[in-house]
């Protein structure tokens, strides 16, 4: 897996009454929901996305509440992927669950701006700004995560797992 | 070496002697839930895998409280999405309105969460029930419609830290200003993946109903789980409610903690966190006599237990609501809900000018039943202050105890308990 898009940068704590407030959450249809991905934090963000679809963030991104509304509507707004210095835990299963790329990379958020050109390279952990031309390297997900991202998501697992299957 | 309450259990449940923190397992799970927001997406999922049984019928709770009364026709098709599944696959502990309450408050009420257990809710709060000295985290909805339909979940073992409190805490001092403390000194992501296990002789002269509210709020310091070993006031609380077998299990003098920290709060004050996240905090004589409110919110799975409603009644017994303030009141559960009416709390709540709600989390996440305004500021007993929690995006927060959000009910302004006469 390699996305290549441009950077499109949030801080610290972003969380998930800020991704999608609890107003929208009488729905589970991604479109909809899309429509309002980040409104209160940025009016923005569904302009903005079209052109900068890599989302670049700080510490414990998607803190909060365990609603996957919020990688719903983050995945349905078009955004390829997820850099960030840390995910808030729920957040980040979410996303594997559900096959949204996301990678945690403390020290390189810093040296990425808002609108730099990135390469990510999932299978590998690496992020290439090609902005400014600096090549991260990080550390690969863990075996059994990296195959579930492989699967396309845990339920793909599961139906494998109803026949016996093992990970 | 010695082994945490925590890495206990999940090795009991990994079917494994030990665990170690890093290390990805399955585990297998004694009870699951999900709610009217997180479950009619689990159950989309659940119906994409292609099976026509769920693992165990009496093993799940579907427990519509977020929207409920259904506040709008979208919110009502939610519902009936959950209550459809819970006919088609005849899901034990469905509660339709009325018998429902808010999910953290109900379960353990129930007896349906004991000591030793290893819970997932499809509700992040689900961390609440660590006061039983149970393991139980929250997730989202795929992970609750994997285990619908194979009882297991992927977890990776935390690390552990270890809070111990000494000392003995003053009057109008709860569990709440506890963990508001806690969150305050570490931060919104302080204990970010890990285990916080509570211990210390606070935490062992505190009832169930403080426990619960420190274990429930774990996940606002980015927690996995809170956990509190069981001792006599937990095996009191469970033994007429258990429904079925537990076991207790209690950390190792030589388990191993990335982190401890010790504190004695014996001077500590009612804490007020303020707008917009649970971490900032200031203790209640920081605070100037001059934060006027428009609202006052007690209730929620943090603050809504009976013993939350007899402190508000306290304070509010004999006074007014200020007449600027609108205080609501949610009793958690029917059982509360009854227990206050018997005890004479809503006759104090509705002299004083109060509104109840039935049991409902609608306004601690500005769903319904007390929407705020633009430029309107609430505190609230409930767990969560971010930017537009409980209503509009330009609406303010602060979170406290009951006692607090009585007397700022009572003075318009945000208040120490000690400012109002108590009336007995």
Request: net charge negative; hydrophobic share 40%.
């Amino acid at each position: 897996m390699i996305f290549r898009g441009k950077a499109l940068k949030y801080g610290d704590n972003i969380d998930t009454d800020a991704i999608i407030p609890a107003r929208y959450l009488n729905t589970t249809d991604p479109k909809e929901l899309a429509e309002h991905c980040m409104e209160d934090l940025d009016p923005e963000f569904k302009n903005k996305v079209k052109e900068k679809d890599i989302l670049v963030v700080g510490e414990n991104f998607g803190c909060g509440s365990s609603r996957e509304h919020a990688p719903i509507s983050i995945k349905a707004s078009g955004v390829k992927c997820i850099l960030a210095k840390s995910f808030a835990r729920i957040f980040y299963r979410n996303a594997i669950n559900m096959g949204l790329p996301i990678l945690e990379i403390p020290s390189v958020i810093d040296k990425i701006n808002e609108g730099d050109e990135l390469e990510v390279d999932f299978d590998n952990g690496v992020v290439k700004n090609l902005t400014t031309g600096e090549t991260f390297e990080t550390l690969p997900f863990p075996p059994l995560i990296q195959e579930l991202i492989q699967k396309g998501g845990l339920m793909n697992f599961a139906k494998e797992r109803l026949k016996g299957g093992k990970l | 070496m010695g082994q945490t309450i925590t890495e206990k259990i999940l090795a009991n449940h990994a079917g494994k002697k030990e665990v170690f923190p890093g290390e990805l397992i399955f585990v297998n799970l004694d009870f699951i839930l999900t709610n009217d927001i997180t479950g009619p997406l689990a159950i989309k999922e659940f119906e994409n895998i292609g099976i026509d049984k769920v693992f165990d019928p009496e093993k799940i709770a579907l427990i519509p409280d977020h929207s409920t009364p259904n506040k709008d026709i979208k919110s009502a098709q939610q519902s009936k999405i959950i209550r459809e599944f819970a006919r088609k696959y005849n899901i034990k502990y469905y509660y339709e309105l009325g018998r429902v309450g808010i999910e953290h408050a109900l379960l353990p009420e129930e007896g349906l969460i004991l000591p030793g257990d290893c819970i997932i809710g499809a509700d992040s709060h689900t961390c609440t029930y660590g006061a039983l000295g149970a393991f139980s985290t929250g997730v989202g909805s795929t992970d609750l419609a994997y285990a619908m339909a194979l009882n297991e979940i992927w977890l990776k073992v935390p690390e552990s830290i270890k809070f111990v409190y000494y000392g003995k805490l003053s009057k109008w001092v709860t569990g709440k200003d506890v963990i508001l403390y806690t969150i305050g000194k570490i931060g919104v992501d302080g204990a970010r993946y890990k285990a916080m296990e509570f211990t210390g002789e606070i935490i062992r002269n505190l009832p169930m109903s403080d426990r619960l509210t420190i274990c429930n709020m774990a996940v606002e310091a980015g927690g996995k789980n809170g956990i509190i070993e069981p001792d006599e006031i937990t095996l009191e609380y469970v033994k007429d409610r258990a429904k079925r077998d537990f076991k207790v299990y209690k950390s190792d003098l030589d388990a191993s903690y990335s982190k401890v920290y010790e504190w004695d709060l014996t001077k500590l004050e009612p804490v007020v966190a303020f707008p917009h996240l649970p971490s900032n905090t200031k203790v209640i004589s920081e605070i100037g006599k001059d934060i006027y409110i428009d609202q006052a919110y007690i209730g929620s799975c943090t603050n809504g237990r009976i013993e939350d409603l007899r402190i508000a009644a306290k304070i509010l017994k004999g006074h007014k609501v200020n007449p600027n303030v609108r205080l609501i009141v949610t009793p958690a559960t029917p059982n509360i809900y009854m227990q206050a009416m018997k005890e004479g709390l809503l006759e104090i709540f509705l002299e004083a000018g109060a509104s109840i709600t039935p049991p409902s989390c609608g306004p601690c996440l500005g769903g319904h039943l007390g929407v705020l305004a633009e430029g309107e500021k609430a505190i609230a007993t409930t767990n969560r202050n971010f930017v537009g929690r409980m209503g509009h995006p330009k609406s303010e927060v602060y979170l406290s105890n009951p006692a607090v959000a009585a007397a700022s009910a009572v003075l318009g302004r945000i208040a120490a308990p000690w400012e109002v006469e108590v009336k007995e």
